[in-house]
């Protein structure tokens, strides 16, 4: 089985402060992971995702994640904080074996709201 | 530009009634998805479709329905059974991961939100 978890609910951050927002996974074999963003009253945006090679992945806006296989997690991260990035963030994850049935989809965490402060 | 659309973007619906919810995808997407978003909560599947003429539950099906006549079309009915239908309705789509294109994330639409009067 495949799973995701966010540990925090709410993450606080002052404007032109680094930001982190932590994700970590359980796959069977290797993991593909993905962030979104979620503005409100609208869809959920691709923000970045890994699949193999650096474990420093850079997205869109700014953002970029790190793969660390040893802590099964995949933080996304970003230098310094806009207003703009307030907003709802979600980790998903994809099991690399397709042999199992779960693999066939993503399993999404429970979100984390993003506050910056201005 | 290819995409996913969900309308309408808000829903009214009367007590007893039933309403269907819209999505089309012109980005020749196998499978498609449907979850249910409570305020504050994450994402929650009602039901899904890996291929045309098939479907499948997620995990909150009751009260709801599907179907899919269309590779691009997967309506879902919010059915009267449905007793606490007040949510915000996202729709996504993916290629067919049962193939090797398997670091594919989800394309979703702008969402739907019903509410009951």
């Known amino acids: 089985a495949q799973s995701v978890a966010q540990p925090e609910d709410q993450v606080n951050v002052a404007e032109g402060n680094p930001l982190t927002v932590k994700c970590t996974y359980s796959?069977?074999?290797?993991?593909?992971l993905f962030w979104y963003v979620q503005y409100p009253n609208r869809g959920l945006q691709f923000l970045l995702k890994?699949?193999?090679?650096?474990?420093l992945v850079k997205g869109s806006y700014g953002f970029e994640a790190e793969f660390n296989k040893s802590q099964t997690s995949f933080h996304l991260k970003k230098p310094s904080a806009l207003v703009s990035d307030s907003a709802l963030y979600f980790c998903?994850?994809?099991?690399?074996?397709?042999?199992?049935?779960?693999?066939?989809?993503?399993?999404f965490g429970s979100g984390t709201q993003l506050t910056v402060l201005p | 530009d290819g995409g996913i659309t969900q309308s309408p973007k808000y829903l009214f619906r009367k007590e007893g009634q039933n309403v269907t919810l819209s999505c089309e995808q012109n980005?020749?997407?196998?499978?498609m998805y449907w979850y249910r978003q409570d305020p504050g909560q994450g994402l929650r599947l009602i039901y899904y479709?890996?291929?045309?003429?098939?479907?499948q539950k997620g995990d909150i099906a009751e009260g709801y329905s599907v179907s899919r006549e269309k590779k691009e079309s997967f309506p879902l009915t919010v059915t009267s059974a449905q007793k606490n239908p007040t949510a915000f309705y996202l729709c996504?789509?993916?290629?067919?991961?049962?193939?090797?294109?398997?670091?594919?994330?989800?394309?979703f639409g702008s969402g739907t939100r019903l509410t009951v009067v």
């Open positions: 996504a789509s993916s290629p067919d991961l049962r193939r090797h294109e398997t670091n594919y994330g989800y394309t």
């Open positions: 796959v069977s074999g290797n993991p593909y």
């Open positions: 890994y699949i193999t090679g650096d474990n």
């Open positions: 998903a994850v994809r099991d690399s074996q397709l042999s199992s049935g779960s693999a066939r989809q993503l399993t």
């Open positions: 980005l020749n997407h196998d499978a």
């Open positions: 479709s890996q291929i045309v003429n098939d479907f």
